[in-house]
């Protein structure tokens, strides 16, 4: 952007790189106002990358239109499903962090809460594969039950003190339904199809659940462990194939109508919004 626009960057108020303060805060004022550049900046990097062209668009780091979420996905492929497959792009909360789980560096506290969801046994954070498939289900399935509830992420199990038990506990005080933890897992998985239900009709088919190609071709440069580590795409995609199927959609994406019909939500296919698949 800066060879294109030498004149002062994109906003006209000098390049903007890190540690150019002075500039940046510029910037965030043209922005905000929608002033010059600025107004091409508001709506996003993607637009931004896509009206400038060229490599522009290698840098614009979104998933679905949304800018990257603040925690490293190549290290964390629960985390890297998380921000594929999330409606709205990728959000950090989306799941717990793998990192919580790791045979070397997870907490024991965590690991044992975690039973409650069906995670057995530790799996090495950078690690992708059929089995941490079956724990990502788990964990995002009870976050979007806490979404579902209006529950405080950092509040519940496996990573806090509310477990399953004492959400559906809330539930009730609060409502005064016979429930149980069953109903809130119910509850996330239903929320789940329900807006990838919405995605679909709106035209996000499974072709948006990907990340920025530069996670699967640039290794992470770091020291450690984790040096050079970087994401397979074929063992992505397979990853992704296993949780669609887990979750009752077919290889596109697609919530089948069994599915639907378990969860209620079989009036969307009755009214047009989701196909009978």
């Known amino acids: 952007m800066g060879r294109t626009r030498p004149e002062g960057g994109p906003t006209g108020v000098g390049p903007l790189r890190f540690g150019h303060s002075a500039e940046l805060l510029a910037a965030i004022e043209q922005i905000a106002y929608r002033k010059g550049d600025g107004a091409l900046l508001a709506e996003g990097c993607m637009r931004a990358a896509i009206k400038i062209g060229g490599e522009v668009t290698r840098y614009a780091m979104h998933i679905k239109g949304l800018e990257m979420a603040c925690l490293e996905p190549r290290s964390q492929t629960n985390l890297a499903l998380g921000y594929a497959v999330s409606p709205a792009g990728p959000r950090f909360d989306v799941c717990a962090a793998d990192a919580f789980f790791d045979p070397q560096i997870g907490l024991q506290f965590t690991q044992e809460a975690a039973r409650s969801l069906g995670i057995l046994e530790t799996v090495p954070m950078e690690y992708l594969g059929s089995d941490k498939v079956r724990n990502f289900k788990g964990l995002v399935t009870l976050y979007s039950g806490a979404d579902t509830l209006n529950l405080c992420l950092y509040a519940i199990t496996p990573l806090r003190l509310l477990s399953l038990q004492d959400m559906a506990g809330l539930l009730a005080g609060v409502t005064g339904w016979n429930t149980n933890s069953y109903e809130v897992m119910r509850l996330g998985e239903r929320r789940i199809h329900l807006m990838r239900v919405y995605n679909l009709r709106e035209g996000l088919t499974a072709a948006a659940d990907t990340l920025p190609v530069r996670?699967?071709?640039?290794?992470?440069?770091?020291?450690?462990?984790?040096?050079?580590?970087?994401?397979?795409?074929?063992?992505?995609?397979?990853?992704?194939?296993?949780?669609?199927?887990?979750?009752?959609?077919?290889?596109?994406?697609?919530?089948?109508?069994?599915?639907?019909?378990?969860?209620?939500?079989?009036?969307?296919?009755?009214?047009?919004?989701?196909?009978r698949v």
């Open 215 to 275: 996670f699967f071709t640039e290794p992470l440069n770091c020291s450690g462990r984790l040096a050079g580590v970087r994401l397979d795409r074929n063992h992505f995609g397979e990853a992704l194939r296993v949780y669609y199927r887990m979750m009752g959609w077919d290889d596109a994406g697609r919530p089948r109508y069994e599915t639907l019909l378990d969860h209620h939500l079989e009036w969307t296919v009755k009214e047009g919004m989701a196909a």
